[in-house]
């Protein structure tokens, strides 16, 4: 589980970049034992009308075509 932890974390330091151009940031919070990536999402993001369709269109799409074992990604507060 913390070799998935740490690739989880490198996929999600690919798309972090493109989040920041737009202030915002997402942050690693775990994974449970049904493969769903918790994330915090942060900075301009959080709050964001936006940010439902930046989680699931744009890093949930991108870490399931990484690691096509994650079965979702979602937000936590």
């Known amino acids: 589980m913390q070799q998935l932890q740490e690739t989880v974390t ?3 330091d690919q798309i ?4 920041q151009r737009d202030g915002g940031d997402v942050e690693f919070v775990g994974i449970d034992p049904d493969q ?3 994330v ?3 900075g301009t993001c959080q709050g964001c009308p936006m940010s439902r369709i930046t989680l699931k269109e744009g890093i949930e799409k991108f870490v399931k075509s990484e690691l096509p074992t994650i079965r979702a990604v979602e937000a936590v507060e």
Do not use: Q
């Open 16 to 19: 972090r970049p493109t989040l």
């Open 10 to 12: 490198k996929v999600l």
């Open 36 to 38: 769903v990536v918790k």
């Open 40 to 42: 915090r999402l942060t």
